[in-house]
């Protein structure tokens, strides 16, 4: 499995403010990914983020409002930019593992950032 | 456009009955897969299934995936109340590994 690890846990922050949730594995991945829960419901994949390239969005959710960087291949950040109460949500980072390091295909999630805009 | 549908979304079981949960999805896929989360935590990986038939199981859970009929299911037996969180199924896009997720059932289990 993957050691994840997310900072900060939690935050409350004002309307019009960003926030930058951290995500550091403890392996090298190529594949990352970041998905927002918000209350309630299920999880929506908000963009894939690989090394050395730009990442990719899914439909709705775009770079001006979620700036990613993926420096290396153990760390990525994103960026909850000019936030308003609707953004309030869990934000989690998940890795898929390469077959050399356990079932293929296997995509672990990390603890989440409970993030609660007012 | 990939689409994932579970049910029932809630479930409320008694201790010892058995149950299963349900995850259809529309399109191809290679890749099923079943998380729990409990309250305010992350989600567990349970089960990957990657091929027509594949059967897995552990402890009281039991997933199997039909992917002619684009099914899987997720099979409870004996329910304790230690299974009580909520149970998302998860299937891989065609378009590389991306997932989408169902809706979620919530399943309590009463003593």
């Known amino acids: 499995s993957a050691v994840i690890s997310q900072k900060p846990s939690r935050d409350i922050c004002q309307r019009g403010t960003s926030l930058t949730i951290q995500c550091q594995v403890d392996?090298?991945?190529?594949?990352m990914f970041w998905y927002r829960q918000q209350p309630g419901q299920s999880l929506t994949l908000i963009a894939t983020?690989?090394?050395?390239?730009?990442?990719?969005?899914e439909s709705g959710f775009v770079i001006d409002k979620f700036p990613i960087s993926r420096p290396n291949l153990t760390f990525s950040t994103l960026t909850v930019s000019n936030m308003s109460p609707e953004d309030s949500s869990i934000y989690l980072c998940?890795?898929?593992?390469?077959?050399?390091?356990?079932?293929?295909?296997?995509?672990?999630f990390g603890p989440g950032t409970r993030l609660t805009v007012t | 456009e990939l689409k994932v549908e579970q049910n029932p979304l809630f479930l409320s079981m008694q201790e010892g009955k058995n149950y299963t949960i349900y995850c259809n999805y529309s399109?191809?896929?290679?890749?099923l897969y079943w998380y729990r989360q409990d309250p305010g935590k992350s989600l567990e990986s349970l089960f990957v299934?990657?091929?027509?038939?594949a059967v897995k199981q552990e402890g009281r859970l039991m997933a199997s995936l039909d992917t002619k009929a684009r099914l899987s299911t997720l099979h409870i037996t004996a329910a304790v109340h230690d299974l009580s969180a909520t149970y998302f199924c998860?299937?891989?896009?065609?378009?590389?590994?991306?997932?989408?997720f169902g809706a979620g059932t919530i399943l309590r289990v009463k003593s």
């Open positions: 998940s890795v898929e593992l390469p077959p050399n390091r356990g079932v293929w295909y296997e995509q672990y």
């Open positions: 392996s090298q991945v190529t594949m």
């Open positions: 983020a690989n090394q050395g390239s730009e990442a990719t969005y």
């Open positions: 399109t191809t896929s290679d890749r």
């Open positions: 299934l990657l091929s027509n038939g």
């Open positions: 998860a299937v891989g896009s065609e378009y590389g590994n991306k997932l989408v």
